[in-house]
């Protein structure tokens, strides 16, 4: 009989005041929570602390993708409707799979403009799962257009303004590729990552771009059915 993983299973309630706005001056005093997988035992702690459950000969895995500002605000011409999109992934030179609020107004033909003209883009078509092909058009170099024009794709629950873009990069981002920060690496510093590799413990990375489904709901009520969830992954 096939393992069930139910939805339900990861229901709970979570109260908005106890979602954090705004990071830490120091990534690692975030807290850290340690489940002992035996006895079921909790302990919080500091995310320092995360050199105690470590020891030599440990392999310590990160992924070093980096998010890109991938989420542009614009207008739909002849309209002037506000649009939002969400870059998700190159899929040829200057086409791009996106995500588009509202979905219902940008069929394909709509032309959008971002920065007044500064770049433009015109949705091909519309994918299976709703999502956009969008062929964008500028001068120049697009990286620095974006960089200019785009903002971080925060998560719907943080409402503050990010005022450091570096601030949702893991230290060690290196390639660029992900719509969402892989959060769990965002409370190393290069010094705990040095005091562990100085304790024996070896770290290796990965590049795994995050994509549309972190974002999208789980649609089936067992989550080992959800086949659909690919990702991008390169060995570092």
């Given amino acids: 009989m096939k393992e069930a993983l139910k939805v339900t299973d990861f229901d709970f309630q979570l109260p908005k005041e106890q979602i954090a706005q705004t990071p830490l001056a120091e990534r690692t005093d975030s807290r850290l929570l340690k489940l002992d997988k035996t006895t079921g035992e909790m302990e919080h702690g500091i995310f320092r602390d995360i050199t105690r459950y470590l020891k030599p000969g440990d392999c310590l895995v990160i992924n070093n993708t980096k998010v890109i500002p991938a989420r542009l605000h614009g207008v739909r011409s002849g309209t002037g409707g506000h649009t939002e999109v969400l870059l998700l992934k190159r899929s040829a030179d200057d086409v791009w799979e996106c995500l588009v609020k509202p979905g219902k107004k940008c069929r394909p033909g709509t032309v959008l403009s971002f920065g007044d003209g500064l770049l433009t883009g015109e949705i091909l078509s519309v994918g299976e799962d709703g999502s956009r092909f969008i062929q964008f058009h500028y001068d120049g170099i697009f990286e620095e257009i974006l960089d200019k024009l785009g903002e971080m794709p925060l998560p719907p629950y943080i409402t503050e303004k990010l005022e450091d873009k570096n601030r949702y990069q893991t230290v060690y981002a290196k390639y660029d590729g992900s719509a969402a920060a ?50 991008r992954l390169t060995l570092g």
């Fill in 182 to 231: 892989p959060t769990a690496g965002l409370h190393f510093t290069e010094k705990l990552l040095q005091d562990i590799r100085d304790m024996g413990v070896e770290i290796a990375t990965v590049t795994l771009h995050v994509g549309l489904g972190t974002f999208r709901p789980v649609k089936v009520e067992n989550v080992l059915d959800d086949t659909g969830r690919w990702v």
